[in-house]
């Protein structure tokens, strides 16, 4: 998931696929990355951008020995599907 950006000026994570770009915006404050919302180009939409921008997210969250607190309805949804991510919330 190397291709996953943290665009931390821009408080997001971005995905580029095919000229499009995902983001997953967050706020970031003691240790705790809130994620606030998920956008996927409609033209990358039933792909799996979505979740492989949300897999690489949480890969660089849990590598930096944050938490994750999912406001994201998206986010919440793709760690309610994949046990591995649970220990990251907060």
Same mark, same amino acid.
């Given at each position: 998931?190397?291709?996953v950006i943290?665009?931390?000026?821009e408080?997001?994570?971005e ?6 770009t995902?983001?997953?915006?967050? !706020? ?5 990355v ?28 849990q !590598?930096?020995g ?13 760690i309610?599907q ?9």
């Amino acid at each position: 998931m190397n291709d996953v950006i943290d665009n931390a000026a821009e408080q997001r994570f971005e995905l580029e696929v095919n000229g499009h770009t995902a983001i997953a915006a967050y !706020e970031r404050d003691s240790g705790v990355v809130t994620f606030t919302h998920t956008v996927v180009p409609s033209a990358l939409r039933g792909q799996g951008v979505g979740s492989r921008l949300i897999e690489g997210a949480l890969t660089q969250v849990q !590598e930096a020995g944050e938490k994750v607190r999912p406001l994201c309805t998206f986010v919440a949804g793709y760690i309610a599907q994949h046990p591995q991510w649970q220990d990251l919330r907060a």
